[in-house]
């Protein structure tokens, strides 16, 4: 299925999703015509395609934004920096999601209100804003447990765990880039993903013949490999006879002086040699 650019504006953030990523809106038109779809199920499913649109968006900018963070990882904490030689908190999850290409108000309370998306301690993602102590601390979720922070004086950037301590500190998570929370019927969803499919498969039936040939023709004959028409002999080589020894008429010009001196005329062989 064929898609097009689009650009997302959600929250402060303007991203542009290129061309093949997952996710993007403008379902093919050509599979919707043919659906026939009713104009109040038209724009659901139109509404769901911008929405998960704008999720995937949104999980390519948090892996940005960590990918930055990370490398500030051993930076240190300076009250009211922003880079990129020292860090606070809040300068450095600015910092990180305007590397993502969302702009972050400055201090902590400012960034927990103007993010639309709250998210609830077991529903974090990477690469969301963590706060604590009534939101006067804010660090980026990393994942498994852990999150990426400027602590405090003296200290420098660096990951720790979300352990019991700061469980019980937790004042609230943001998802920075993402649209509002909005539960969509289970029907929608799988009305888009079977558009995806059809468009899928449309795709694939109307992608050109290869080069060289198309899948249902075989190729020519004198592109398989030639066999050899005759095989070398491997037979094991056959032991010849040897010639055997000339026999000799024994009956010379004179053969009846000879008959009397020997007896009757019979063919001899040479000495020692058996006849054949």
Known sequence: MLRTAVTVSVTGLALAVPTGSQALAALNPAVLKSLHLDSATLKKVQAYDRYRTREASQR??????????????GKPYRWGAEGPGGYDCSGLAMAAWRKAGVK?????????????????????????????????HVGLYVGKGRYLHAPYTGARVRIDKLDA????????????????????????????????????????????????????????????????????????????????????????????????????????????????
């Open 104 to 136: 972050l108000p400055r201090v902590t309370h400012a960034q927990y209100r103007q993010v639309k998306r709250k998210v609830a301690l077991k529903g974090l993602k990477p690469g969301d804003l963590v706060f604590f102590r009534n939101r006067n």
């Open 165 to 276: 301590r700061r469980k019980r500190q937790f004042a609230g998570a943001v998802r920075p880039g993402a649209p509002a929370y909005k539960e969509w019927s289970p029907s929608v969803k799988e009305l888009v993903e079977k558009i995806d499919r059809m468009g899928s498969d449309e795709r694939v039936a109307n992608k050109p013949p290869d080069k060289q040939r198309t899948p249902h023709i075989p190729p020519p004959s004198d592109t398989l490999p030639k066999s050899p028409t005759t095989l070398p002999d491997h037979s094991p080589p056959t032991e010849s006879k040897p010639e055997p020894r000339p026999r000799y008429k024994a009956k010379p010009d004179n053969s009846d002086a000879w008959e009397q001196y020997v007896g009757p005329l019979e063919e001899l062989t040479a000495p020692g040699h058996e006849p054949y």
């Open 60 to 73: 390519e900018g948090a892996s940005k934004a960590l990918a930055f963070a990370r490398k500030q990882i």
